[in-house]
């Protein structure tokens, strides 16, 4: 229906310190061809308390506009969807020290028509709330690091109070790192919880909501710095070559994610 839309856009952001304050502004304005003016701000201000730690609050909120794909793909585009648009907030509290470090973070963010992609058409939450809290911890010395992070989450549809599908409300994540002379080598392991999907059974005519399971991969990773500026790294994601999914096409037939990857990559930084 449509080959082509534009969008213009400002933004400035102020930096401002005043000792123990860090105080972060910024205001932004797109002009979308489809959907109009749309002003989008954020705040946040951040206090160190001592050497060791700091305290810090932020809020601001969001567009975005549906994709081509959401509103206009045969079968399954819905040209009557509302971009999203949500106010967020978030507290933190963080402690750093010779070896350790460690932060807390409650969000909370507001949405109003999240996008909802579905097996048959896309779709938006008119109402969506998500929440929760994210600790991060980790150690430093002798070119070891290594860090955990964890997410706590309740994502809901506001409206009737389900979990929305499609998304681990827990996570956890664990790196280690060792770095010796130009090498650096890392592992990783990550973990989500069960998720939950709308399927469309076509022997009953009907949409039902059933449960993905949780999973957890692992994953290693080397790389070296060749000469100032050039890095070559090799990457290896899911060793086990687990077998998962994030989403269901049909009752008991899932979108399986992809098995073990690989990644060669050079990279080379150019400095003035």
């Known amino acids: 229906d449509e080959s082509s839309r534009s969008n213009h856009a400002f933004f400035g952001q102020a930096l401002l310190n005043f000792g123990r304050t860090d105080i972060n502004l910024s205001l932004r304005n797109d002009d979308n061809e489809a959907y109009g003016n749309q002003t989008t701000w954020g705040a946040a201000i951040g206090y160190r308390l001592d050497p060791h ?92 690091r290594l860090q955990a992070a964890a997410t706590f989450g309740d994502y809901e549809d506001h409206q009737t109070g389900e979990q929305l599908i499609r998304r681990a409300e827990n996570t956890v994540r664990i790196d280690l ?16 919880s069960n998720r939950n999907d709308d ?45 998962y999914a994030t989403a269901r096409y049909a009752p008991g037939t899932d979108y399986i994610s992809a098995g073990r990857i690989v990644f060669l990559s050079v990279r080379y930084d150019f400095r003035g």
């Open 53 to 144: 730690h700091r305290v810090r609050a932020s809020a601001g909120t969001s567009f975005k506009a549906p994709s081509f794909n959401d509103l206009y793909y045969p079968g399954f585009g819905n040209p009557d969807l509302e971009p999203e648009e949500a106010i967020s907030y978030e507290l933190g509290v963080e402690g750093r020290y010779t070896h350790l470090f460690w932060d807390i973070a409650l969000f909370h963010t507001d949405v109003d028509d999240l996008s909802l992609p579905k097996k048959n058409t896309a779709s938006s939450v008119p109402e969506a709330r998500l929440r929760g809290i994210e600790l991060t911890s980790g150690w430093e010395q002798d070119g070891w």
């Open 177 to 192: 790192d060792k770095t010796v002379a130009t090498w650096n080598f890392g592992t990783s392991f990550r973990a989500e």
């Open 199 to 243: 399927v469309f059974d076509s022997t009953t005519f009907t949409t039902k909501r059933e449960r993905i399971a949780g999973f957890g991969v692992w994953d290693l990773r080397v790389s070296k710095e060749l000469m100032p500026g050039l890095r070559t790294s090799l990457t290896v994601d899911n060793v086990a070559d687990k077998e």
